[in-house]
């Protein structure tokens, strides 16, 4: 089995900042891509940033410039640098990664973490 545990949300101020740290463990052969997803009540969940393995990244253009994700493949490890934080950026945030399973007789499978809530207040 492979479990997904993201962890370091909680409440700031606007303007602020957090990091969301996202691990991986279990029976992990590889991992291609990762990235960090968000919802909000009514909403779909929707892309913020994807990272692949080799390092390449996509932000959407509503976080581009405050957020920053990287990983650390040692550790199996993605990472959410978000700052300058506003009140639009609330939702539950949501670890993502393709995970190739060990023993690798099938191809990457998509798995979610639990989510970590992040509230910013005005």
């Known amino acids: 089995q492979v479990q997904l545990v993201e962890s370091g949300g909680g409440l700031v101020q606007a303007g602020g900042s957090l990091r969301l740290s996202c691990a991986a463990s279990?029976?992990?052969?590889?991992?291609?891509?990762m990235g960090w997803y968000r919802q909000t009540p009514g909403k779909q969940r929707e892309l913020v940033a994807g990272?692949?393995?080799?390092?390449?990244?996509n932000t959407a253009d509503s976080v581009k410039g405050r957020f920053t994700i990287s990983r650390d493949n040692a550790k199996n490890t993605v990472y959410l640098q978000m700052n300058s934080l506003k009140p639009e950026d609330t939702a539950v945030y949501y670890c993502?990664?393709?995970?190739?399973?060990?023993?690798?007789?099938?191809?990457?499978?998509?798995?979610w973490g639990k989510g970590t809530l992040v509230t910013v207040s005005t």
């Open positions: 279990g029976r992990i052969f590889i991992i291609n891509d």
């Open positions: 990272i692949t393995s080799g390092g390449s990244t």
């Open positions: 993502n990664a393709q995970i190739v399973v060990d023993p690798p007789f099938y191809g990457g499978m998509d798995y």
